[in-house]
């Protein structure tokens, strides 16, 4: 077994690092504050190829595959989870559905310029009377000659209001249709989509939450993406990818939150001591440690496999299921350790506390990821 990074991963690590040290941190507060990523920082990360970082090179992209990928998160995370948010809608549920079933000429149209940066990908699965039920949507799709005519509604999705493509999943009805689900590219520009209510949220606020509503959207059968009545599988193989960058992303906040923790606990002065002196905070600590360590055990491991061509579903709601609970223990542990400092917006900790709460609701809550482990469990001969 060989767990060494290669030096290509470590000097995209390097780089990651520098950016989020000098240019990303500085402004994750402002992200917070102002709900809005900033134009120029879009700019700034699709220049230095970090919206395509896992993209074959002939489609845009920067050919570090799915470790590339996480590497990148897992640095973005450690700074401003609304930014990883943003580049996770983007990439990984965005675009990524087109680089795994486009055709060629979809992969030419539309994922070079999602992989450059030069437009921006979303990924709309969620309607108001399907979350977990995510594959009973009422958006509909009904075949005409050339086109489906689309026509539904879309709840909470991220970069939504302000993206050029959409993966959409839709039922296709019409004749010789059987209403299964399918998915399609969109397109802002399409006639009678258009986006409505932004949403006010507790963390992540930087990162835009939307309404999307479709009237009669004429969407061209060559968007069409995967085969007719494959959504489910599509939605499923694209949440694989999004649900290790999730983890990725989880993992470089809870390195951050260990290590402002650990740094504050020799700082902070408390019955004549260093608070890092008394064993309560030594055991906390360890704890944060020990939870960081299986944290990116098990999500480079999977990264890993999904690279070597294997089956992750299990593993990869697994890597969700647990990163996403140990960050918010972690964080929570980290605030312990603050004290009232904690709870203080001009500390990170308190907008890192808010941040990690949403990772345990999307792409899937953690009931949904305990299903779909046990699922696999009592179905696969593999345990
Ligand atoms: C900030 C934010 C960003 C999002 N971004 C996107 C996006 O970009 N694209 C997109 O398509 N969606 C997005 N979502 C939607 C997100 O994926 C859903 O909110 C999530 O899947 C849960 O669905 P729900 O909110 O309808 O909850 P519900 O499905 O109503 O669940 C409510 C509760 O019931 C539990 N539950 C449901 N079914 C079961 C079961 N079978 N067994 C046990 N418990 C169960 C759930 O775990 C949960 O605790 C986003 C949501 C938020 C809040």
């Given at each position: ?8 991963q ?14 990303l ?18 700019d ?11 993209f ?15 590497i ?6 450690r ?39 030069k ?38 999705i991220?970069?939504?209001s ?10 296709t ?7 299964k689900l ?6 802002k ?30 969407v ?14 599509v939605?499923m ?20 939150a ?16 260093k ?7 030594q055991?906390?600590?360890?704890d ?19 690279e ?17 609970e ?25 907008r890192?506390?808010r ?13 949904i990821q305990?299903?779909?482990?046990a699922?696999?469990i ?5 345990l």
């Open positions: 077994m060989d767990f060494t990074f290669t030096d290509e470590n000097m995209l690590r390097e780089m990651v690092r520098k950016f989020v040290d000098n240019e941190k500085p402004i994750a507060e402002k992200i917070d504050e102002e709900e809005k990523i900033p134009r120029d920082l879009i700034k990360l699709a220049e230095l190829g970090f919206l395509g970082i896992s074959p090179v002939e489609y845009g992209g920067a050919g570090m595959g799915e470790m590339g990928y996480c990148m998160q897992e640095e973005i995370g700074g401003c989870a609304s930014t990883a948010t943003f580049i996770g809608a983007h990439q990984s549920i965005g675009a990524s559905g087109i680089n795994m079933f486009g055709t060629e000429e979809q992969k030419k149209k539309y994922l070079v310029p999602l992989a450059e940066g437009k921006i990908g979303a990924y709309a699965l969620t309607e108001p009377n399907a979350g977990s039920d995510a594959y009973t949507s009422e958006t509909v799709a009904e075949e005409k000659d050339d086109h489906f005519l689309l026509n539904g509604q879309k709840i909470f991220t970069n939504g302000f993206a050029d493509y959409f993966t959409v999943f839709a039922k009805t019409g004749e010789g249709n059987d209403g399918s998915t399609f590219i969109v397109e520009e399409f006639p009678g989509f258009s986006v409505g209510k932004i949403e006010k949220k507790m963390g992540i606020r930087g990162s835009e939450t939307a309404e999307l509503i479709f009237e009669d959207v004429k061209p059968k060559e968007n069409l993406l995967g085969r007719k009545g494959r959504g489910v599988i939605g193989k694209v949440l694989n990818t999004g649900r290790l960058g999730l983890g990725a992303a989880a993992l470089g906040a809870a390195k951050e260990l290590k402002l923790s650990a740094a504050y606990s020799k700082d902070r002065v408390q019955f004549g001591k608070i890092s002196q008394f064993q309560g905070i055991w906390m600590l360890a944060m440690a020990m939870e960081v360590y299986n944290m990116e055990s098990i999500l480079y491991r999977t990264a890993w496999m999904y070597e061509g294997k089956n992750v579903t299990r593993e990869a709601s697994i890597v969700k299921l647990y990163c996403s140990a960050l918010d223990r972690i964080v929570d542990q980290a605030m312990q350790i603050y004290g009232g400092y904690g709870y203080i917006k001009e500390f990170p900790i308190e890192m506390y941040d990690s709460r949403i990772n345990r609701i999307f792409e899937g809550t953690s009931e305990r299903m779909i482990i699922r696999d009592l179905h696969s001969r593999n």
